[in-house]
C-alpha cells in the first residue's frame, strides 16, 4: 500500500491550496484518513482527520479555514485549505488507516504514511 500526496506548492497570504491523497495497492478497506503537518523545528500536528463515513475532526489551526472530504471509490482524501497564513508553511503528511490484503488469503491493517507535500505560503 502507498500514498501519495500532491498539490503542495507556494502560495501568498490569503491565498488557496487543494492537496490530494491517493492510496494504491491491495486495500480492502480504508477507515480514518488524515491530514498532519510539521513545520521546522516542530512535532507532527493534526490537521483534519475523516473517517470511513465522513464523520471529521479539525485541529485548531485548521478549523474554519480547511475542509477535509474523500472519495472512498477512489482512495482519495483532499484538503481545501482557504485563507491561508505563512504559520500554515509546513510538510503535510496524509494518513491512512488502511486494511489491505497479502498472499491472496490473508488481510491486515495498519496505518500508512505519504511521503509528505510542502506548503509554503509567503507574507
Known amino acids: 500500500v502507498q500514498l501519495q500526496a500532491s498539490g503542495g506548492g507556494f502560495v501568498q497570504a490569503g491565498g488557496s491550496l487543494r492537496l490530494s491523497c491517493a492510496a494504491s495497492g491491495s486495500i480492502s478497506s480504508i477507515y480514518d484518513m488524515g491530514w498532519y503537518r510539521q513545520a521546522p523545528g516542530t512535532q507532527r500536528e493534526l490537521v483534519a482527520t475523516?473517517?470511513?463515513?465522513?464523520?471529521?475532526k479539525y485541529g485548531d489551526s485548521a478549523k474554519g479555514r480547511f475542509t477535509i472530504s474523500r472519495d472512498n471509490a477512489q482512495h482519495t482524501v483532499y484538503l481545501e485549505m482557504n485563507s491561508l497564513k505563512p504559520d500554515d508553511t509546513a510538510i503535510y503528511y496524509c494518513?491512512?488507516?488502511?486494511?489491505?490484503?497479502?498472499?491472496?488469503?490473508?488481510?491486515?491493517?495498519?496505518?500508512?504514511w505519504g511521503p509528505g507535500t510542502l506548503v509554503t505560503v509567503s507574507s
Open positions: 494518513y491512512g488507516d488502511v486494511e489491505y490484503s497479502f498472499r491472496i488469503y490473508y488481510r491486515s491493517r495498519r496505518g500508512f
Open positions: 475523516i473517517s470511513s463515513d465522513d464523520r471529521t
